[in-house]
């Protein structure tokens, strides 16, 4: 899984990647194919716009001469000897002449044109030409074919309206940056799952030895008691049959109690468990789990100490449940603690609430620990893994138990300085 992970997310990676590059290829060539098209269809009606003046120059001398109309050879004799431009047209006349060619052609954008003599002099020309750029407009020949008279050119400038070809390809845009937003998310949620697996996958392999190690100790003990049983020297003496078989139930119990937190965090999962609410001095709660943890601190040299303030302790709780809360927030003050265990409790209301506050003076957390405290199965390293007994079953408890009661809990700690849980509760008053 370690070996396959990085390469899984390098391979999702470089395929979106490319999906992106291709997406803006297409995008790029789309805009350069209408591009190319549009340049197409302004010369298609440049040739249209010459032969268009032609066949009007053409009509003028029939009009003018009152000339039946010629062959089609003699026609293109007289244009051959005798087309000109200059003269022959107005600046207005060209410009109708091109502005209906090109709206032929569905090209509604704005131009400017000029048309120029064999000197390159503008012998006709737009208002607003002068300003434009000739070697970016468009030109062509408009003498006839083998023409002996002296050759003019139209040039034409069209502004290009980018918008339109936008316009034209929204609906192609808009499909691709759809797609593309939910490629890049299917991405996104794909690592996160991939994370959020090997994540669990790491869990499961800590809860795993965590449980080995928490069941082979009791395990080992029945087996030594069991095997001391049999033996000869004790299977007569009473007092010793009674010491080992109090040491079987001892054993026994202790691992019911760790197969009984696995089955409760099932049940928290399951949301089965249902509180049996009644109101509760949180003050006497509180002295009570600590009376009982009191040798276990004396064992350490420890100091437990309570500032129990809060003038309203009552609250609405299942007093088992209760009781599991502040016993594990205590228990894990001291297991994480390298050195002389000093525990404090205090507790404080206001507005309604009352705060419980749990702090010590041990290893402390980080930003990271703090952020996974509550997940179930999370335990935070401390070295060797097995230093600090448990499931990490504790906590995720506690805050499940915790906001069941319509409750919050939040932990404020520093690494090497300690840590203080804070618990709110609504009170109930008396």
């Known amino acids: 899984m370690k070996k396959i992970f990085p390469i899984i997310v390098v391979l999702i990676t470089l395929s979106v990647v490319g999906i992106l590059f291709i997406q803006m290829s297409w995008i790029k060539n789309a805009f350069k194919l209408k591009h190319e098209e549009f340049q197409r269809e302004v010369e298609t009606s440049m040739k249209q716009t010459k032969e268009a003046i032609t ?40 410009h109708d002449i091109i ?15 000029e048309v120029t003599n064999i000197f390159h002099n503008a012998v006709i020309q737009s208002d607003g030409f002068p300003n434009v750029d000739e070697r970016s407009a468009f030109g062509i020949d408009l003498a006839p074919e083998d023409a002996l008279r002296s050759h003019e050119w139209l040039f034409l400038s069209i ?7 936008i316009r034209e390809m929204l609906w192609m845009i ?26 669990i996958s790491e869990i499961k392999s800590d809860f795993i030895n965590n449980m080995t190690h928490e069941l082979k100790t009791p395990l080992a003990t029945i087996s030594l008691a069991i095997d001391a049983l049999t033996n000869e020297k004790v299977i007569h003496d009473a007092d010793k049959i009674k010491i080992y078989s109090s040491m079987i139930k001892e054993e026994n ?20 468990i249902r509180l049996n ?10 002295n009570k789990v600590a009376d009982n943890l009191a040798l276990q601190v004396q064992e350490k040299n420890g100091t437990l100490t309570l500032h129990l303030k809060a003038p309203n302790p009552v609250i609405e709780a299942d007093e088992v449940h209760f009781s599991n809360i502040i016993f594990n927030l205590l228990d894990n003050a001291m297991k994480y603690s390298d050195k002389t265990p000093h525990i404090e409790v205090e507790t404080l209301s206001s507005g309604g609430v009352i705060s419980i506050k749990v702090k010590d003076n041990g ?13 179930k199965f999370y335990r935070a390293h ?24 319509n409750g919050k809990i939040k932990v404020e700690s520093t690494p090497g300085k300690g840590s203080t849980f804070t618990i709110l509760l609504p009170a109930t008053g008396k």
């Open 382 to 405: 401390t070295g060797n893994i097995h230093n600090v007994k448990g499931f990490g079953l504790g906590l995720s408890y506690v805050k499940a138990i915790v906001e069941a009661h």
């Open 99 to 113: 502005e209906k060619i090109l709206r032929q052609n569905n090209i509604k954008d704005s131009f400017q044109f």
């Open 159 to 165: 502004s290009e309206d980018k918008s339109a070809i």
């Open 253 to 272: 119990k202790r691992m019911n109690k760790q197969v009984e937190k696995i089955l409760q965090a099932a049940r928290l999962e399951k949301e089965e």
């Open 363 to 375: 290893i402390g957390m980080s930003k990271e620990t703090q952020s996974r405290i509550f997940e």
């Open 174 to 199: 808009i499909a691709s940056v759809v797609f593309t937003s939910i490629i890049v998310l299917a991405f996104a949620v794909t690592v996160r799952t991939l994370f959020n697996q090997k994540k």
């Open 55 to 94: 066949n009007a120059f053409y009509v003028k001398f029939i009009s003018d001469s009152h000339t039946v109309i010629l062959d089609e050879a003699t026609k293109q004799f007289y244009l051959k000897n005798n087309f000109i431009v200059e003269g022959s047209f107005s600046k207005e006349e060209i």
């Open 277 to 286: 609410l009644v109101k509760l001095d949180a003050h006497q709660v509180i």
